[in-house]
């Protein structure tokens, strides 16, 4: 399929329904995963919107070092193991570490690149190794032309099963922009373009001890860079932000998630996509 990868029977990209990566920036307890997973099926399910369920087992990169961070890789592997098998869904979670790889690829079905680690070669390639799916989120310090090099490093393995994510550009201290014209020279390497919009609002460090954001502009960009071209969207979700345990001022309130994806559902058919109805 050119310009896309397969995930089990999802299709992802290569001019296929819009789809969507999300869930809660990190597990927050054993159960809390399964009751986001449960609600992202539902509402993808009614609107025919392939769904990737995502949650980091470690927060590698918080800003302070007393940040709650997660409940680690072991634990953390067994938690999405059950939302796997429980709910149906396929998983994305981060690795950090080459260690990391093989056993994390046993439960995961995407293995994701975070962005600061997205020039570390060892780490990109022997996730590509894996055989799993893998999303590479594009540095906040690299111009979206040099991914094609992160992207090349990964292909170098014979593993085409690669997607590459947008998640805004540094912009002078504490504060991302998002060009638009980064879409479609990412997409001219010829794998599906995810756009992290909840990243995108973000604040790096903002708040001192932790990253601030401004969650009132997803509704803004999501549309915008849809339009700009984009196979995929990816977003952190939580049912009260305000009290989520990582990144909560710039995730995404559940309960508003299906009146967005209908606006960005009809943005992206608009472009030239396949519609819902013919999925159905």
């Not at 059950?82 to 979670?93: C, E, F, Q």
């Not at 080459?98 to 070669?121: H, K, N, Y």
């Not at 952190?236 to 909560?248: C, F, M, Q, W, Y």
């Amino acid at each position: 399929m050119k310009g896309g990868v397969r995930l089990g029977r999802l299709r992802l990209g290569g001019g296929g329904p819009l789809f969507l990566i999300a869930g809660p920036c990190v597990i927050e307890s054993a159960k809390h995963p399964g009751q986001v997973a449960a609600r992202l099926r539902d509402i993808t399910g009614e609107l025919g919107i392939p769904l990737v369920f995502k949650a980091s087992f470690d927060k590698a990169n918080r800003s302070s070092g007393s940040s709650y961070r997660g409940l680690g890789m072991e634990r953390g592997l067994e938690i999405l193991a059950s939302v796997k098998a429980r709910h149906g869904v396929p998983i994305l979670t981060d690795v950090h570490d080459v260690s990391q790889v093989g056993p994390v690829a046993e439960v995961a079905d995407v293995l994701q690149i975070p962005a600061f680690l997205c020039r570390q070669t060892d780490l990109v390639q022997e996730a590509a190794r894996s055989g799993r799916v893998v999303n590479i989120k594009k540095g906040q310090f690299m111009a979206p032309w040099d991914m094609k090099g992160v992207m090349e490093k990964a292909a170098a393995t014979g593993n085409r099963g690669l997607m590459v994510t947008e998640r805004g550009a540094s912009f002078g201290y504490n504060n991302l922009v998002v060009d638009m014209r980064s879409f479609p020279t990412l997409r001219s390497f010829g794998y599906p373009v995810v756009f992290d919009i909840t990243h995108s609002v973000q604040r790096p460090g903002g708040l001192g001890d932790r990253s601030g954001g401004e969650a009132h502009f997803i509704d803004t960009l999501g549309p915008a860079g849809v339009a700009a071209g984009v196979d995929g969207v990816f977003m952190e979700v939580h049912e009260n932000p305000a009290r989520a345990l990582s990144d909560g001022p710039n995730a995404y309130t559940l309960s508003k998630l299906p009146k967005l994806l209908k606006r960005l559902q009809r943005v992206h058919e608009a472009t030239g996509a396949e519609p819902a109805s013919s999925r159905r």
